[in-house]
């Protein structure tokens, strides 16, 4: 099992440029989640979706949309990259509520 | 919020002394999760403990947990350099979007 993976592990944008991160896991869970970490600070959750074709909104939701594509895949999009987005995404999944969550490796982000 | 708070921030011990980090939170809890981040990695899950349950071991590892006051803490016993890691508590309500995790406490032991 590959766990929970992520693409790209890092991406430099310009301001204004869009792009998707990608992630994907091999568990058969059911719920799957987008953080972002920044330095000083706890993982603060962007996007969740329970299950494959529902999404919901998190803390720090604006400026990113997502997909569940399917059961495996769940990805992030940035439409407009601002500075403010420059982080380190991680990507989780759990089988279902209240249990542990797996994490993929990240992506480091910067906007420039 | 009921987002967990970590104590110390950052804590420096010798090679073989116990490690003990503490985690305060909010608002009533389903259960509480401890988690590594080792630098440069995604989060690795350690120990959960439920909110009807007080201690809970694993390895070199123990978790207690106090509702009363909202408190938990996570002692690591003998420690080891590849113990030095940021370490993270993550409280959890219930439902799907309820995690929310602290700041966390780097741990550096030094060999």
């Known amino acids: 099992n590959a766990g929970v993976t992520q693409t790209p592990k890092f991406q430099v944008l310009k301001t204004g440029q869009s792009m998707t991160l990608q992630c994907a896991q091999d568990?058969?869970?059911?719920?799957m989640y987008w953080y972002r970490q920044d330095p000083g600070m706890g993982l603060r959750l962007i996007y969740y979706s329970a299950s494959e074709g529902t999404t919901d909104k998190g803390e720090v939701p604006n400026g990113y949309n997502v997909s569940r594509l399917n059961k495996r895949e769940f990805s992030l999009r940035l439409e407009s990259a601002a500075p403010s987005q420059t982080s380190v995404y991680f990507c989780?999944?759990?089988?279902?509520?209240?249990?542990?969550?797996?994490f993929g490796p990240g992506t480091r982000l910067t906007v420039l | 919020s009921q987002q967990g708070e970590e104590d110390p921030q950052a804590l420096s011990i010798q090679e073989g002394e116990n490690a003990t980090m503490n985690c305060s939170y909010k608002t009533s809890i389903n259960n509480l999760q401890w988690y590594r981040q080792n630098s440069g990695r995604g989060l690795v899950h350690l120990i959960l403990i439920r909110s009807n349950e007080r201690e809970k071991h694993s390895g070199r590892l123990r978790v207690t947990l106090d509702t009363s006051k909202k408190s938990s803490s996570l002692l690591i016993t003998a420690s080891r350099a590849a113990d030095t890691a940021s370490y993270f508590c993550?409280?959890?309500?219930?439902?799907?979007?309820?995690?929310?995790f602290g700041a966390g406490t780097r741990l550096t032991v030094k060999p």
């Open positions: 993550a409280t959890d309500k219930g439902g799907n979007n309820d995690m929310r």
């Open positions: 989780a999944s759990r089988y279902r509520g209240l249990d542990e969550q797996f």
């Open positions: 568990m058969n869970h059911n719920s």
